[in-house]
């Protein structure tokens, strides 16, 4: 799965060098959330990271937009991402917009 330039991250994530390394290799983190933009169904899930990487997700086209530690941490992520497309004047309807 690949990860955007530009990662939201959450403040409580730790070890945050840990998590990428794993996230790129297709390890599982232990109460991570991620925010995902999949492609093929142009929308941003939340799923565990061991959601994600489970085999009816592994294979669908998608980037890492944002990484939280647990589900309402990932729910605060994704309306801090919201607000700051607002804020830039981009379309916070739009998922490919809200990653930029």
Do not use: W
């Amino acid at each position: 799965m690949k990860l955007i330039d530009n990662l939201f991250v959450s403040a409580s994530v730790t070890g945050l060098e840990t998590v990428v390394y794993s996230l790129r290799r297709d390890i599982p983190v232990l109460h991570l959330t991620c925010i995902v933009l999949f492609e093929d169904k142009n929308r941003l899930e939340i799923l565990s990271s061991r959601d994600l990487f489970h085999e009816r997700n592994k294979n669908r086209p998608g980037q890492i937009a944002g990484i939280a530690m647990g589900r309402r941490d990932a729910v605060d992520l994704l309306r801090f991402m919201t607000e700051d497309a607002v804020k830039c004047g981009r379309n916070p309807a739009d998922p490919k917009e809200l990653i930029l």
